[in-house]
């Protein structure tokens, strides 16, 4: 590693690694987005909703979103 490299890792800038995983390779082919259009928005509600998001194994991010929908939820499967 450079000095400016490990620089910017002592200094806080760069803050990890990582690594990509091939999802079809591990059988995960099938991405998909879904809207999610809550029947009330209330605290309670969208708390309930989080819960249940990060539940499922599946999801891989969330968003809270204004306009036609309240989230917008990735979601990766297995088709086989």
């Given at each position: 590693m450079s000095?400016?490299?490990r620089r910017?890792?002592?200094?806080?800038f760069i803050t990890g690694f990582g690594c990509r995983?091939?999802?079809?390779?591990?059988?995960?082919?099938?991405?998909?987005f879904i809207e999610v259009l809550l029947d009330k928005?209330?605290?309670d509600v969208f708390e309930e909703?989080?819960?249940a998001v990060r539940r499922?194994?599946?999801v891989l991010e969330c968003y809270m979103v204004?306009?036609?929908f309240d989230y917008l939820v990735k979601i990766r499967f297995r088709t086989h």
């Open positions: 000095d400016r490299f910017l890792q002592r200094e806080g995983l091939d999802p079809r390779l591990m059988g995960f082919d099938l991405l998909v928005t209330t605290p909703f989080s819960l499922a194994p599946e204004a306009g036609g």
